[in-house]
């Protein structure tokens, strides 16, 4: 599976903006799409998932209520919605494709489930 993120940006506190992420190639391999960042000298970590069929989606708790994940199942393509954003969320932001397991619900938030991983999108939030 390939993956292009793209949407980052410059925007001040408060502000918002919508990231994609367009997947391509043997995307019938891949069961669950995720959004992860990594912040100035931080390890990358995970923010949000969604399954493409069913279940509920993931959110870290430092964006729960701020960003929303959603998906374009036929069009392949997975958004983050970011809204009320704050200087904290200053990152690389990451999409990322997993292959169908059963261990979705325990593993989501883990680097080691995703299997594809996009280039990354640049956000910077300035207060």
């Known amino acids: 599976v390939q993956l292009q993120a793209s949407g980052g940006g410059l925007v001040q506190a408060g502000g918002s903006l919508r990231l994609s992420c367009a997947a391509s190639?043997?995307?019938?391999?891949?069961?669950?799409m995720a959004w992860f960042r990594q912040r100035p000298g931080k390890e990358r970590e995970f923010v949000s998932s969604v399954l493409w069929v069913g279940g509920d989606p993931k959110y870290s708790d430092s964006v729960k209520g701020r960003f929303t994940i959603s998906k374009d199942g036929a069009q392949k393509m997975v958004y983050l919605q970011m809204n009320g954003l704050e200087p904290e969320d200053t990152a690389v932001y990451y999409c990322a494709a997993a292959p169908p397991k059963t261990t979705y619900y325990r593993d989501y938030a883990s680097l080691s489930f995703y299997k594809s991983w996009g280039q990354g999108t640049l956000v910077t939030v300035s207060s």
């Open positions: 190639g043997r995307t019938f391999s891949s069961s669950s």
